[in-house]
């Protein structure tokens, strides 16, 4: 049983370890917490890593992604976290290491983590650890299994600082008694799902004086420059397109491409065959009833319209969850039912596309751009000043390191600020 | 004139003996002919019509092609639109008539048949928009033509404006009690649920005469609340004194030009007992098909209901609902709709979406 009754007294019990735990790494240095952290990604990374194993077996039976993509997925996941990546990231957002050297103000960080992918818990832990605070990692849906073998990884270099996390599971995100036990220890909730749960879990946050940062609906896009309409640009856009089935807030729906119907007609067929060409490499997952029919709706959508139009509307890349690409008459930002479902819009002018991405701004997340090196720089800083968080060039969307600010927020200078550090 | 519509009036008014398979047969041929889009649709299958030999195999149009194309056989005569569903805001469908003959003699002959087998005419009360004010709505067209074929006087418009006027109904009730006429009530699922809570809130109750009926429609769409089948047949014996056996749902979708009926009133007619079911005229039949493979399923298995409707021989004959019901043997139970995807993280996935 894990509805929230019932899973309350092993949530309470994980609160008052990790709460005894906590204060010993008050005598870690932080630069040995990030090494520690590094470790532990090198120790998942390496060929043939037993963590890594053990991970794409579970997930790939309990889960609803094939064994390949869990292998690549979960790898981009853990990457980032190079001592490195965080030492920059700790130059970057709070000056230097002496600012996570001061005593006191640790509190346990309680992340509610999205259901989309799995593998979300390995960088908030880590930046848990480097604030040498606490953490209670609640587990999505899909993903019961990566945050409690992350935490064994941990535990398995450094006991101490391992049992300073601990994994929970609890179904949904907001019922009541495993949150209530939660929220008893809690000093600061971070949490990412739906809209609906982060409005519901910010005002039961806001009940108990606790602060809360949460991460709601997001979308993502991609915007192809004329003279990079080229089959290596299809072939990155597949790339972010395919990985994790699409399901993940920075896997772009929506594809502008500049240039006449013809061309994005084109293009789309490019794509398309780039997408096929992945079904065999990164194969579909399992999709439930629901997401298997909403995929036959995009699809009879755009090809009805192509039969009404008189003209090619939909681009199916094999089955039905290989990939489906519509031409859009309209010059917007739809989404998508993911599962590696594209629109692909004409526009005359890059022009158009940004209006309808400002329009926007307030979903969107990241915009994958395809465009000549020398100009991605213009293009990338006109994103990002009407919203766009994560603007990289096309295939590498789903590969964020430590820089992306998503939606817009710091990684940790807000929690430092929230749970009282100075 | 276009011979297959007169053949498929004829087989409505009775006076055809052509079997329900040639004439789908027939119908799926004219559509091939001369609905551009579905004849690419089925060029898109590589279907040779030539070898369509059985009504069940013509290629089912989903709800979605009438959001995305006009299947019309010919010049509309009227367009229909749908209402759109509680599943999110979604285009709405587009059903383009060529010959609204069809749609006529199939709802009146249903609607004779199922609601009003025991009286040639009596006194109607409509709680739905009137045609005038929603020319749009196929519904309120289906009334319209109801009022000038079974009203024994002026159909009381209960809704003139659009919204239904409680204070006019409540009259024409109250005239239905005390002259002992018998009434028949046309309305949505959603007005008659606000009409209960407000006979509630104003302790009004009714007791019309018996014979009085009543018909609902539209499912939840629109209501104030959920309200349970049998919740709701209690509320009207309770609130009108209309008992369960004079109380007909219809469901009809602006996709199709005939419906099915509750079978209670017809049965209670022809001295039948039976649960509760779904009833249709010859010229619709359905299919109950796998939600996910779309291969017919065996009776009493609950699947995607896809209909053959003759009388849709101008637009689409052949259309695959959202719906999941049962084939009962004897007619239908629908139970549901087909499922949507769940939210799941943070991804905004259309099924999410009130953007665009």
């Known amino acids: ?422 | 004139m276009v011979p297959v519509y007169e053949e498929v009036l004829a087989f409505i008014d009775g006076s055809s003996d052509r079997r329900f398979e040639d004439l789908a047969l027939a119908v799926f041929r004219h559509q091939v002919e001369g609905c551009a889009p579905y004849r690419a649709y089925c060029e898109s299958l590589g279907l040779d019509p030539a070898s369509v030999v059985s009504w069940q195999v013509i290629p089912p149009v989903p709800i979605q092609a009438f959001k995305e194309a006009i299947l019309s056989c010919g010049p509309a005569e009227r367009v229909f639109l749908s209402t759109g569903t509680t599943q999110g805001v979604e285009k709405r469908s587009r059903h383009a008539m060529p010959d609204l003959r069809l749609y006529r003699a199939s709802a009146m002959a249903s609607m004779r048949a199922f609601f009003l087998p025991d009286v040639e005419r009596m006194g109607l009360v409509s709680l739905i928009a009137p045609s005038a004010l929603r020319p749009e709505s196929s519904l309120a067209q289906m009334v319209a033509w109801a009022a000038e074929v079974f009203s024994d006087g002026a159909m009381i418009e209960a809704a003139p404006a659009g919204e239904p006027d409680f204070d006019s109904f409540v009259d024409c009730l109250r005239r239905s009690e005390k002259g002992g006429a018998p009434l028949a009530i046309l309305t949505t699922t959603a007005a008659l649920i606000r009409f209960i809570d407000h006979a509630r809130k104003h302790s009004l109750v009714f007791r019309l005469p018996h014979g009085s009926r009543l018909m609902d429609t539209g499912g939840g769409k629109g209501a104030p609340r959920p309200m349970s089948r049998k919740g709701l047949l209690h509320a009207v014996w309770s609130t009108l004194a209309i008992p369960g056996y004079f109380v007909a749902n219809e469901y009809g979708m602006a996709e199709l030009s005939s419906q099915y009926w509750d079978s209670v009133i017809r049965d209670r007619h022809d001295g039948v007992h039976r649960p509760r079911a779904l009833l249709a005229k010859p010229w619709l039949r359905t299919l109950v098909l796998d939600p996910i493979t779309l291969e017919p399923i065996g009776s009493g298995s609950a699947g995607l209901l896809c209909h053959f409707d003759l009388a849709n021989a101008g637009s689409a004959m052949a259309v695959l609902s959202e719906d999941i019901g049962i084939d009962v043997g004897y007619g239908l139970r629908v139970t549901g709709r087909a499922p949507r995807a769940e939210a799941r993280g943070c991804s905004l996935s259309a099924a999410e979406a009130r953007v665009g």
């Open chain 1, 1 to 422: 049983m894990d509805d929230g009754a019932s899973a309350a007294p092993a949530v309470d019990a994980a609160v008052r370890r990790v709460l005894t735990a906590q204060p010993r790494l008050e005598r870690r240095d932080p630069r040995d917490l990030a090494e520690l952290v590094a470790r532990t990604a090198v120790a998942w990374l390496e060929p043939g890593s037993p963590w890594m194993q053990r991970a794409v077996a579970a997930l790939a039976e309990s889960g609803p992604f094939s064994r390949p993509m869990l292998e690549l997925g979960l790898r981009r996941m853990i990457e980032p976290l190079s001592y490195a990546a965080l030492e920059a990231l700790v130059r970057r957002e709070i000056g230097d290491w002496s600012a996570l050297e001061q005593q006191g103000g640790r509190r346990l960080i309680v992340h509610v983590l999205p259901s989309n992918l799995p593998g979300h818990a390995a960088i908030p832990s880590a930046l848990t650890l480097l604030l040498r605070c606490g953490g209670l990692l609640k587990s999505g849906r899909d993903d019961r299994v990566f945050a409690p073998l992350w935490v064994e990884s941990i535990c398995a270099l450094d006991p101490e600082v391992g049992a300073c996390l601990e994994p929970v599971y609890w179904a949904g995100a907001v019922p009541a008694g495993a949150l209530e036990a939660a929220l008893a220890g809690a000093g600061l909730v971070v949490a990412s799902g739906g809209d609906a749960a982060m409005a519901d879990l910010a005002r039961r946050c806001a009940v108990a004086a606790i602060p809360f940062i949460g991460h709601g609906h997001r979308i993502s896009a991609a915007l192809v420059v004329g003279d990079a309409i080229e089959r290596r640009t299809a072939a990155a856009l597949a790339d972010d397109v395919a990985l994790w089935d699409q399901l993940g807030c920075l896997s772009p729906q929506v594809c502008f491409v500049e240039g006449s119907r013809l061309v994005a007609r084109q293009f789309a067929e490019a794509v398309c065959g780039e997408l096929a060409a992945r079904a065999t490499a990164l194969p579909s997952g399992r999709r439930s009833a629901g997401e298997t029919l909403d995929l036959r709706r995009f699809r009879e959508a755009a090809a009805w319209r192509g039969f009404g139009a008189g003209e090619r509307v939909l681009y199916e890349c094999g089955g039905a969850g290989d990939g489906s690409i519509a031409i859009e008459d309209e010059v917007g930002l739809r989404p998508t039912p993911l599962h590696r479902c594209l629109r692909i819009v004409a526009v005359e002018r890059v022009e158009e596309a940004l209006v309808v991405l400002r329009t926007h701004s307030r979903l969107l997340e990241g915009v994958g751009v395809g465009v000549g090196t020398d100009a991605f720089p213009g293009i990338a800083n006109r994103l990002r000043e009407i919203g766009a968080h994560h603007v990289v060039p096309l295939g590498t969307m789903q590969s964020p390191d430590l820089s992306w600010r998503q939606g817009g927020r710091p990684r940790i200078a807000e929690w430092c600020g929230a749970i009282g550090m100075q």
